[in-house]
Structures are given as structure tokens and as C-alpha cells.
């Protein structure tokens, strides 16, 4: 099967490639269907019911496992290769128990609106790059998730798929580059867009 990565998508490393579980699927179409079926059983365990331990490493991996379990076996490990994003694949799990500490103090302490809070979250979960792939797609489902659990709106993210090539993952993309220079306003204005 041959791979077409949308703008900003992640290069598959050959192991990782071959990881793919399901063995009927040829083209990128199928694959896309199969990942997004796999997404929404997700989504739908994780806004049955609160969940409590959001910004906890255990849900963050498990999240990923469930988004992708039944389409590749790396779903929710960390990866094993340094990618075009990301930090060193070695310092993931280090940059991960950071960033969810780091969310803890500023959600029980306010240190800024919640908005804020989860747009800066969703920035730096995505930075971080843990996984092969789907790191995308995890963090956003990671920061509506925490929104949730605080009572809060969902973001819209541009009101359409950000993973195929479109005028909003375009705009996406600006914004998280924006905000690695650290200009956020781009990317506060694009989550509730």
C-alpha cells in the first residue's frame, strides 16, 4: 500500500508501516475509513462518562490505543524514531509527564481562562509528537476530552476534517506554527473558528 501524507502529516518509518493490522485494506481512501471507525468507538468510550484521570500518562496512551487498536499494533506506544516534529523519542515520556503537571497547576490554579489552558495544552501535546502517528487527531480528541471533563465546550477546530488537504488544515497548520514561535493567537482563534 502506498501512503499519501496530507500537509503536516507525519512520515510512517517502513516497521512501523508494516504494522498495519488490518491485511484488506490498499488504498490511503480505506485506510482513512478504517482509522476514522476506530476514532469514533473512541470517541464515543471516552464522552460516555467523565474521565477523571485525563491528565494522567495512562489515559494518554490508552486514548491513543483505543483511536487506533484495531488499525495498527503501535497504537498508544510511544514511538521508537525521531520523526520531522517532536521531540527526541527518548525524551517523550519526560516531556509528557511535564506537560500534563504543567496542566494540572494551571487548570486548579486558573492560571489562565480554560481556553487558553486547553489550546496551549493541545499545542504542546502535538509538539511533543508522541506516538508513530495520529498525533493530530489524539490531541485535539485529548484536549476536547479535558474541556469536557471541565464542563466546558468542545472546540470546533475549524468546523471540518483537518486530515485531508483542505483551506482548515492549512490554517491549523499556520497556527501551530505560529505558536512554536510562540505567537498563540492564531491558534486561539482557529479551535473556536
Known amino acids: 500500500m502506498k501512503f499519501e501524507y496530507v500537509t503536516g502529516a507525519t512520515p510512517l518509518d517502513p516497521d512501523e508501516k508494516d504494522s498495519l493490522l488490518p491485511t484488506h485494506i490498499t488504498t490511503q481512501n480505506q485506510l482513512n475509513e478504517w482509522e476514522q471507525a ?7 468510550w471516552a464522552f460516555a462518562r467523565h474521565q477523571s484521570h485525563v491528565l ?6 490508552n486514548l491513543h490505543k483505543k ?10 506506544k510511544f514511538r521508537h524514531s525521531n520523526k520531522n516534529i ?8 519526560t516531556h509528557l509527564r511535564l506537560l500534563l503537571d504543567d496542566m494540572k497547576f494551571q487548570i486548579k490554579n486558573n492560571s489562565y481562562e ?6 496551549r495544552f493541545h499545542h504542546r501535546l502535538a509538539f511533543i ?13 485529548m484536549t476536547d476530552i479535558l474541556l469536557f471533563n471541565q464542563g466546558a465546550k468542545q ?18 497548520i499556520a497556527a501551530l506554527r505560529a505558536a512554536d514561535k510562540g505567537n498563540y493567537d ?3 482563534r482557529f479551535v473556536r473558528s
Open 114 to 119: 480554560l481556553d487558553e489552558i486547553a489550546a
Open 86 to 93: 517532536g521531540v527526541f523519542w527518548e525524551q517523550v515520556s
Open 56 to 61: 494522567e500518562l495512562g489515559f494518554c496512551r
Open 129 to 141: 509528537h508522541p506516538f508513530p502517528n495520529g498525533n493530530g487527531r489524539h490531541a485535539r480528541l
Open 155 to 172: 472546540f470546533t477546530w475549524g468546523q471540518t476534517e483537518l486530515t485531508s488537504n483542505n483551506q482548515a488544515r492549512i490554517s491549523y
Open 186 to 188: 492564531t491558534l486561539f
Open 38 to 44: 476506530n476514532i469514533l468507538e473512541a470517541e464515543n
Open 67 to 76: 483511536m487506533f487498536d484495531k488499525t495498527w499494533l503501535w497504537a498508544g
